[in-house]
């Protein structure tokens, strides 16, 4: 991802002197994924994205010199259209307002997020920072649909289930061994058609 423009929106820049001035924390909800073409002329006033194409949870933070860095984890496994991901908006909560578009950027040189039908299953982190004087005031609103968990992990790996049955030139990949096999194919003297 080439993540370039990256700036706080008008709506954005509002709640931050609201931030600065002690009238409330930082509350971040969200990211969304989106294939707009979105200016850079039309950033600055942007209220939302302007093609969404999907909504991330976030799925951590982490914070050094007062920067907070914003995480989350898209899994193409989840993805049912896919799209070139042009535009990466991070929300937030204004006491005044509700949720916000808080930050946007934009990528001129797009990836392709494939959909859960695409025969390569691929999954993407996005990160994105903010600067802050308080870094560790900032709270976030952890979305459990955001977490990858272990099954996500195998799906995306491809990773070899045991006592599984796979159809004929289906690919996974064993951790124990150095490369991914095709099923049907005997490997390493270890596997036979079903891939056990």
């Avoid at 924390?25 to 979105?38: F, H």
């Avoid at 039908?117 to 600067?131: D, E, G, M, P, W």
Wanted: glycine share 8%; charged share 20%.
């Amino acid at each position: 991802m080439n993540w370039t423009g990256s700036i706080l929106t008008e709506k954005g820049r509002a709640l931050q002197a609201k931030i600065e001035a002690g009238l409330c924390t930082l509350t971040l909800t969200r990211m969304k994924l989106g294939n707009g073409n979105m200016s850079e002329s039309d950033m600055d006033t942007a209220t939302d994205l302007v093609a969404p194409k999907y909504s991330l949870g976030i799925t951590s933070k982490t914070t050094a010199d007062n920067v907070c860095t914003i995480t989350s984890v898209i899994a193409s496994t989840q993805v049912t259209e896919g799209f070139l991901a042009k535009e990466l908006g991070l929300y937030a909560t204004d006491p005044d307002e509700g949720e916000i578009l808080y930050m946007v950027a934009i990528d001129p040189n797009p990836d392709f997020v494939p959909p859960s039908t695409a025969s390569t299953v691929v999954s993407a982190s996005y990160a994105l920072n903010v600067a802050i004087s308080n870094a560790e005031s900032i709270s976030i609103m952890i979305d459990p649909n955001g977490l990858v968990t272990a099954d996500m992990l195998t799906k995306a790996a491809r990773l070899l289930e045991r006592g599984k049955a796979y159809t004929l030139g289906m690919r996974v990949t064993d951790p124990d061994l150095a490369s991914p096999f095709c099923a049907g194919m005997h490997h390493a003297g270890n596997y036979g058609r079903n891939g056990y």
